[in-house]
Structures are given as structure tokens and as C-alpha cells.
């Protein structure tokens, strides 16, 4: 089973950025989705960003414009490039391949 680990979180301004990472014990380019989803206080865990095998993106529509997510398949790893943050976006975020989940990574957007 493919394990996930995901770092790049911390503490950031609003108005300002952060970059996911989530790093696979596998190969991942086979993987028909793969997904960042995070989880606020009291709140469903809710999916943020997806892409495909193909390169095929979606995104929940509070974040489109300001997060890409993308993959390098050479290295296992995708990624959420956040930018413009807002104390909306603070949460735990996971990444998620199916059947396995990615342990967390805490984004705290605060002044």
C-alpha cells in the first residue's frame, strides 16, 4: 500500500503563500486521482484541489484562482501551491491517493 507524507504547512500571514508537499512511497503516475483535502475546526473534511492521471485538475471554488495543484510523476510527489491566503483557509490538509491517506499538515492564516 502506497503511504503518503505530506509537509509544507505552518504559520503565514493572510495575503500571503505556502507550498504543499506530499511525497509517496510509490509510484504515483498510474493513479487515476490523486487530491488535497483539508479539515477546519469543527467542520467536514472537504476536497480542495484534485488531479488526474491525465493532468486534469478541479477545485472547490472557494480557492480556484488563488491554489494550483500539480504532480511531478518523476518524483512521486504532488504538490498545492497556495497563494493570497485568507483565515479561511486555515486547516489541516491531507493528501489523499485511493486507499490511502497522507497524515496532515496544519496551515494556520493569521496576523
Known amino acids: 500500500q502506497v503511504q503518503l507524507v505530506a509537509s509544507g504547512g505552518g504559520l503565514v500571514q493572510p495575503g500571503g503563500s505556502l507550498r504543499l508537499s506530499c511525497a509517496a512511497s510509490?509510484?504515483?503516475?498510474?493513479?487515476?486521482?490523486m487530491g488535497w483535502y483539508r479539515q477546519a475546526p469543527g467542520k467536514q473534511r472537504e476536497l480542495v484541489a484534485g488531479?488526474?492521471?491525465?493532468?486534469?485538475?478541479n477545485y472547490a471554488d472557494s480557492v480556484k484562482g488563488r491554489f494550483t495543484i500539480s504532480k511531478d510523476n518523476a518524483k512521486n510527489t504532488v504538490y498545492l501551491e497556495m497563494n493570497s491566503l485568507i483565515p479561511e483557509d486555515t486547516a489541516v490538509y491531507y493528501c489523499?491517493?485511493?486507499?490511502?491517506w497522507g497524515q496532515g499538515t496544519q496551515v494556520t492564516v493569521s496576523s
Open positions: 510509490g509510484v504515483i503516475a498510474s493513479a487515476a486521482f
Open positions: 489523499y491517493i485511493p486507499n490511502a
Open positions: 488531479i488526474t492521471s491525465g493532468g486534469r485538475t
